[in-house]
């Protein structure tokens, strides 16, 4: 479902860390998971992607990890850099639908501090 | 090849005026989404377009919003009548074949 809060979820993290931001979905349909990155006064930017059929993908210092016992998903940023800095959302895509009508998650403030 | 266009990115508008929202897809895209995002919020689809026609408007309210995508030119997302709640930004994304979908940098609509 979705949920409606007047705070994000925040992390504040050290330059060089690892984060990880989480993430639960309840549609069981879900089959496709995305990450967005999102910077103050911009629009969404793909990160990462994965289907229902994997359990983790990897890419270039992101890793996502994908529960499906659980309904979780998570990001793993590697050695983070004050670039990294923004807001991070999920959003799955039901499966049945031909199209891309995206459900988002809350989101995810990170901080990261030099 | 340009990304997703969209204008204006700030929108002042009194209550009652009409908003007109633009995107232009990237070249070669011929699905459309059109978001809302409220402060603190993740993005709520509104609706999907493709050349001409409305897909799926489910998220749409059912007064005062409308949206095309004609033959020629950007998408369009009118709000009528604009409401202080009608306050929020506003993104398109487009797609070439209806899955991946690369994000405009939005509009900002305030409503005073």
């Known amino acids: 479902g979705e949920s409606v809060g007047l705070h994000l979820p925040t992390l504040s993290v050290q330059e060089g860390d690892n984060s990880i931001i989480n993430c639960a979905y309840s549609n069981s349909a879900s089959d496709y998971f995305i990450w967005y990155k999102q910077e103050s006064g911009k629009g969404p930017q793909f990160i990462i992607d994965i289907r229902s059929n994997m359990d983790k993908r990897q890419g270039q210092r992101v890793t996502v990890l994908l529960n499906k016992t659980v309904k979780h998903l998570s990001l793993q940023i590697a050695a983070t850099q004050p670039g990294d800095s923004a807001v991070y959302f999920c959003?799955?895509?039901?499966?049945?639908?031909?199209?891309?009508?995206?459900?988002f998650g809350q989101g995810t403030i990170l901080t990261v501090h030099p | 090849n340009a990304g997703v266009m969209q204008n204006p990115r700030h929108l002042v508008r009194r209550r009652g005026q009409e908003a007109r929202l633009r995107c232009s897809p990237m070249?070669?895209?011929?699905?459309v989404y059109w978001y809302r995002q409220l402060p603190e919020e993740g993005l709520k689809f509104m609706v999907y377009?493709?050349?001409?026609?409305?897909?799926?408007e489910s998220g749409m309210p059912k007064e005062r919003f409308s949206a095309e995508f004609p033959k020629e030119g950007p998408s369009i997302l009118r709000i009528q009548q604009v409401v202080r709640g009608d306050s929020a930004a506003y993104f398109c994304?487009?797609?070439?074949?209806?899955?991946?979908?690369?994000f405009g940098p939005g509009t900002r609509l305030t409503v005073l």
């Open positions: 377009l493709q050349k001409e026609n409305i897909i799926d």
């Open positions: 994304a487009s797609s070439p074949d209806s899955n991946e979908q690369f």
């Open positions: 070249k070669g895209h011929s699905h």
């Open positions: 959003a799955g895509l039901a499966g049945g639908t031909s199209y891309g009508k995206l459900t």
